[in-house]
């Protein structure tokens, strides 16, 4: 099968790894790919949003199965597109269409399914600019800490968590009348804060049957034991050991089965990828938020302890049959690390030469974000390699990715040395 996937960072390179190791893979096109998929497939010069230029390239290269890395093509309508025109939509497309990313793309809008389908969630109020007054009048009904987050799609940035009222006053003036997050800010949904510890469970579904992911947990925070600002992921862990067997059944029960079905209910045709965030909170899930596409790091682990053919897995989503198939998962724990450029996720300098790539032997280097410059790999953003490793434990995967670390070098490079602290 001819496989093009959209999409440039470590989540795609680590599809683009777990889709080569298939027999039925024909030709695997990334689009635009990085300095690591190049290795594996061919990149294509594309924008993820350059619909035309993605379908053109998919008929003239007899393209079978489209994989949509990132949420900003969902949430644009590219399943939509692909569906709309008779030469492109015999194309499956792994990634719902734009009524069901808004599961991703509208806070307000997932809040009001989980509502409506009784998926427990945080209690919840969404407002706007004329509604600033009230919103300060919510705030005063919740205990702190409180969480604020823009409605729209924000980069994974436009959640806030003030732990007075005075400063969540002062942040939601900003989001709302000063448009701190632009567009995606002008609606803000305030929760009440859940205690517990968070995780993610991720679903793939063809709109009829599922298949439950390996469980991950990542970590946001710039800075060791949680410190700092938030960037897209430092790390992660998979399996997680809090998730027990009874826990993942409350999740199933709760949660699972009644986004499926309310996403079938609501006459949403949802194909592709479910990331669910949650919080256990003493035992019991609750959702914080849903994705509409892998995550990234947690990609990085969790497709790495898929054993089944994951172009089989895919080509049963396209045409409905996911339910037949066996789906297959290892018992060993995948840990990964993320290098980043100093300075991230503020200011931060491209272009410097990544060394000793070629060294590591223990672990898998997915890269996040690289490009080939005058036969070099060099640093293309500010998370910039995932070092993924297998082990019987957290500490002996998390020993590995250390030590392949160590091996690895670019000017201003920094990691986090805590991953999985607090398991």
């Not at 998929?37 to 007899?62: A, R």
């Not at 989980?114 to 600033?132: D, G, S, V």
């Amino acid at each position: 099968m001819n496989i093009l996937i959209i999409g440039s960072g470590g989540r795609e390179h680590a599809l683009s790894w777990k889709l080569t190791q298939s027999k039925k893979l024909s030709n695997l096109f990334i689009a635009p790919g990085n300095a690591g998929t190049s290795e594996l497939g061919t990149n294509v010069d594309l924008s993820v949003s350059d619909f035309e230029g993605i379908g053109n390239f998919c008929i003239q290269n007899n393209i079978e199965i489209l994989v949509v890395g990132p949420e900003v093509p969902l949430v644009e309508g590219i399943h939509d597109y692909f569906e709309s025109k008779p030469e492109l939509n015999k194309t499956a497309v792994i990634g719902p269409k734009k009524m069901g990313a808004q599961l991703e793309g509208s806070k307000k809008f997932s809040k009001e399914f989980m509502e409506r389908h009784n998926i427990p969630t945080a209690r919840y109020k969404a407002f706007t600019k004329e509604t600033l007054e009230d919103s300060f009048a919510f705030l005063e009904t919740l205990s702190p800490p409180y969480v604020l987050k823009a409605d729209g799609l924000a980069a994974g940035k436009g959640v806030v968590i003030p732990d007075n009222i005075e400063d969540a006053k002062k942040e939601l003036t900003e989001m709302l009348a000063n448009s701190k997050f632009g567009a995606a800010s002008q609606e803000v949904v305030i929760e009440e804060f859940l205690d517990g510890i968070e995780l993610s469970v991720f679903v793939l579904t063809d709109g009829d049957s599922y298949k439950v992911l390996p469980t991950a947990k990542d970590y946001k925070r710039i800075g060791e034991g949680d410190k700092g600002l938030n960037t897209g992921g430092m790390g992660a862990i998979s399996p997680v050991p809090f998730a027990t067997n009874e826990f993942l059944q409350k999740v199933e029960e709760r949660i699972i089965k009644p986004s499926v079905d309310g996403l079938k209910k609501d006459g949403i045709d949802y194909v592709g990828f479910l990331f669910i965030g949650l919080m256990n909170v003493k035992g019991d899930p609750f959702v914080i938020e849903y994705n509409v596409r892998m995550g990234d790091p947690e990609t990085e682990v969790v497709i790495p302890r898929i054993k089944s053919d994951l172009v089989e897995v895919f080509a049963a989503v396209g045409n409905k049959t996911l339910g037949e198939i066996e789906f297959k998962v290892t018992p060993q724990t995948v840990c990964t690390v993320m290098a980043v450029s100093g300075g991230y996720p503020e200011a931060y300098e491209k272009q410097k030469v990544i060394n000793g790539l070629n060294l590591v032997t223990e672990s898998t280097v997915f890269h996040a974000g690289t490009k080939i410059q005058d036969g070099n790999v060099v640093t293309n953003g500010g998370r910039v390699v995932a070092v993924s490793s297998f082990g019987s434990t957290k500490k002996e995967a998390l020993d590995k990715s250390y030590a392949s670390l160590k091996k690895i070098s670019f000017d201003n490079m920094y990691f986090r040395s805590d991953i999985g602290f607090d398991l």
